[in-house]
């Protein structure tokens, strides 16, 4: 059939169809945020660590679950730059980071409930110990997850706390970090490791006990500190936009967890192929590849674990993941 356009003339029903739908094809239909890959890409020999917020868990955790090497969150979850300056730089030993609460258990102000212990010295010896960690770890770039600018301080002593576990709210006063105030913490993180290279990224979860106005400003703050860290430490600093790709490539509740405020298990999986994308260099990405199959056969959970079959699957998987690290070369 053809029908008369007063542009072109006589024309085929089929062919304007097919004109159409190639214009529909070629329409932008999301607003891809740009991502500033590693001047030297990350490989299968580097040590990386995760360090921050919930977020740094998730991404660190996908690191770990592709069969790469990883350290996360060896404080446990930290939320603003803050009590990150201060894990890495306090005299860990000394009593003022310490209380014992009404149930005789021990508590760091400095980090969360995982270091938790019966006595003071045993407290003091899991903060030690997970300082080592990350030193021993001797990372080659660091992953700062910063997930607000908002803090909570001892009333008394005015000391910025890691976690409030669960004290009484009197306790603390709240304030809001400025963004010169973030810039120094963020300096002096970067300092306790001078040749180490740091990327620093916003957790794209919502703050909503503070108001989603007031979740947007502390952002904001978090976003001006980096970026002028950045410019002043070009060669040190990088930013991944975790918060950008959230909001703009995501732009979806679909993407939100049930609170609506957590990122979704697959939003997660997303920014993680993009983290992977532009920050791993070809020989791990054909790892990657190669590792898929075992990871999901490390995943599996039979009916029967006990059985010849199932321990006989076990076997094979473990001989296919050796086989695969003898291929590339890697050490456990």
């Known amino acids: 059939m053809y029908v008369r356009r007063k542009d ?17 094809v070629s329409m932008k239909l999301q607003t891809p945020v ?10 299968l020999r580097s040590r990386v660590a995760f360090i921050g917020s919930c977020f740094a868990e998730h991404i660190g955790g996908r690191m770990r679950q592709c069969g790469l090497p990883a350290l996360v969150n060896p404080f446990g979850v930290l939320y603003n730059p803050q009590s990150i300056m201060q894990v890495l ?23 969360d409930s995982s270091k938790n212990a019966s006595t003071l010295e045993a407290c003091k010896a899991a903060m030690v110990s997970a300082r080592g960690r990350l030193f021993e770890w001797n990372p080659d770039t660091v992953v700062v ?5 908002r803090c909570y301080e001892l009333a008394l002593s005015g000391l910025t706390v890691g976690n409030c576990h669960k004290q009484p709210h009197a306790t ?13 913490a963020l300096r002096h993180i970067c300092d306790v490791l001078p040749r180490t290279r740091f990327m620093l990224t916003v957790s ?24 002028q860290l950045r410019q002043q430490r070009d060669t040190q600093v990088t930013y991944f936009p975790a918060y950008e790709i959230m909001l703009d490539e995501l732009r979806d509740y679909r993407f939100y967890a049930a609170d609506m405020l957590h990122p979704s298990d697959q939003a997660i999986d997303y920014i993680w192929e993009r983290f992977a994308q532009h920050c791993l260099d070809t020989e791990a990405h054909r790892y990657l590849v190669d590792y ?3 990871r999901r056969a490390m995943a599996h959970r039979p009916s029967d674990p006990d059985s010849a079959e199932a321990q006989l699957f076990r076997q094979q998987t473990q001989e296919h993941l050796m086989a695969l690290l003898a291929k590339y070369n890697i050490e456990l």
Request: aromatic content about 14%.
């Open 89 to 111: 730089t306090a005299d860990l030993m000394s009593d003022q980071y310490y209380f014992c609460d009404d149930t005789g258990r021990w508590h760091c102000w400095l980090a």
């Open 172 to 184: 603390f006063r709240e304030r809001d970090l400025s963004v010169a105030e973030v810039v120094t």
């Open 34 to 43: 740009e991502i500033h890959g590693l001047d030297s890409l990350l490989t």
């Open 204 to 227: 794209p979860y919502r703050y909503a006990k503070y108001g989603f106005h007031e979740s947007r400003l502390a952002k904001a703050a978090l976003l001006l500190a980096v970026e």
């Open 8 to 24: 072109i003339g006589f024309c085929r029903v089929a062919d304007l169809q097919a004109a159409k739908y190639a214009t529909f």
């Open 145 to 149: 997850t910063l997930g607000t600018n």
């Open 292 to 294: 898929e199959p075992i």
